[in-house]
């Protein structure tokens, strides 16, 4: 049956998500993550194409992408066809990464755009992993810093400034956006996933380094921070510091 075909931003602006198939992980280390946006910046410049946003997370990306002229389907075939076999040779993997094709939502105007952003950037909160200013795989912190991979200006112009930009940013997001869940399929209950690490002993009885390492074991894991402070009972403040 064919794939039904998309339907055509007026304002060529999509908010884009790949996703890893199966809900894999797509970014075994920071190596990765540095490939993959080296790769969408070579990609997008040789295309005409502008990023306001991204955020990698560990089984998905959310891109915010202005294409004018040029073609989505264009982009994230080249970017998966660069990224995809160097992954896989790395990882000594065959088959697909991805999963389908990527999803796309069409931004028809600047509000929902300015909506779009705020939610991409606050994807590492959602997930429970950091909150937003501090996470280091989002375009967050060139629009408060110096942007590198994203083009900053034309939003922060239309914000009003940077002071702006956070006070939009730290407001609660109420649109629905495209989305996933981090976990993986089957999953266990965190306070299970702690108790088979954990054996026969009890985790305040361990070192604060064997503990800080079950801890982020659990992380590895797919586990969120909510999800791990409720199982261990500690407060999610005090994990944030620990699983940096």
């Known amino acids: 049956m064919p794939r039904a075909a998309r339907t055509k931003s007026s304002t060529g602006v999509y908010h884009i998500m790949l996703r890893g198939v199966n809900r894999q992980r797509i970014f075994g280390d920071d190596a ?79 509000a929902y755009l300015a909506a779009v952003m705020r939610y991409i950037h606050k994807n590492p909160e959602k997930a429970g992993i950091s909150p937003m200013e501090a996470y280091r795989w989002s375009s967050y912190r060139e629009y408060t810093g110096r942007a590198v991979y994203a083009d900053t200006a034309p939003m922060l112009d239309w914000f009003g400034g940077r002071d702006a930009f956070e006070a939009f940013m730290q407001q609660a997001d109420e649109e629905p956006h495209l989305d996933v869940e981090e976990k993986g399929p089957d999953r266990p209950e965190p306070e299970s996933a702690l108790a088979a690490l954990l054996g026969q002993r009890r985790l305040e009885e361990l070192s604060a380094p064997m503990r800080r390492e079950l801890l982020r074991q659990l992380r590895a894991q797919g586990y969120s921070v909510r999800e791990i402070s409720r199982a261990a009972h500690i407060p999610t403040g005090t994990l944030y510091g620990l699983l940096r």
Do not use: I, T
């Open 32 to 110: 990765d993550r540095l490939r993959f946006l080296a790769a969408l910046q070579r990609f997008r410049e040789e295309l005409g194409v502008e990023l306001y946003a991204w955020c990698l997370m560990g089984n998905h990306v959310h891109l915010l992408l202005g294409f004018g002229d040029a073609s989505p389907e264009l982009l994230m075939k080249k970017l998966s066809c660069s990224y995809v076999p160097y992954f896989n040779r790395r990882y000594d993997r065959v088959g697909h990464l991805f999963q389908d094709r990527f999803r796309s939502e069409n931004v028809e105007n600047e």
